[in-house]
């Protein structure tokens, strides 16, 4: 605002500015230069609407020739798309990029292998710990009883789930109160 006041900005529309431009130069320009830049300036405007006649005449062509190809504005954008994915894909930033990510992915699939080596070891520590091998004694000692409840010796050495589909067996045919017990006296050795 300061700057208007002190005068260093113009305050006059620019149309009065350009109007007195042109009124000066018109007062430095003889009456046969004037005539010379008017011959000038039809000619200038002639040749532009010549151009534009065959400007015009050549877009017409243009379309004949396309429409006789039977290239159609999908194929055209077909086409330019193709050659636009290919340029992107031969740029050099779009070959470091793909190198990047190709180095990331391995970086990654390097560290996703470390951290299940580690969880792996973790479970092999683990299954070693006192507390592990606590809980197999249980489990055990849970199949023991399960087998003898059902009738199957001891020693038999039938699987985990062997004995499970047999207890089931065994006691769908008990009854009830059986069953119960059965399911009892198992979950108080857990």
């Known amino acids: 605002m300061e700057a208007r006041q002190q005068g260093l900005l113009e305050t006059q529309p620019l149309q009065e500015v350009d109007e007195d431009v042109v009124a000066a130069l018109s007062n430095s320009v003889s009456d046969e230069e004037r005539e010379e830049m008017q011959v000038e300036l039809d000619k200038l405007e002639e040749e532009i609407s010549t151009l534009r006649q065959v400007l015009t ?3 017409k062509h243009h379309a004949e020739l396309k429409q006789k190809l039977g290239v159609n504005p999908l194929s055209e954008f077909r086409q330019n798309f193709n050659k636009s994915w290919h340029e992107m894909q031969t740029s050099t930033a779009y070959k470091k990029t793909q190198e ?3 180095t990331a992915g391995q970086k990654a699939s390097a560290a996703f292998s470390n951290v299940g080596t580690a969880i792996g070891r973790k479970f092999g ?4 710990s006192s507390s ?3 809980f197999e004694e249980k489990v055990e000692s849970t199949v023991s009883t399960l087998k003898s409840k059902v009738g199957v010796p001891s020693n038999s050495g039938g699987s ?3 004995v499970l589909s047999s ?3 065994a006691s769908a045919q008990d009854t009830p109160a059986a069953a119960t017990r059965l399911t009892e006296s ?3 050795q857990c």
Not at 125 to 128: G, H, I, T
């Open 57 to 59: 005449a050549k877009e």
């Open 132 to 134: 592990f091998k606590s």
């Open 100 to 102: 990047t990510f190709s």
């Open 125 to 128: 520590d683990m299954r070693n």
């Open 186 to 188: 198992s979950e108080q």
């Open 167 to 169: 207890a089931a067996h």
């Open 160 to 162: 985990f789930e062997e």
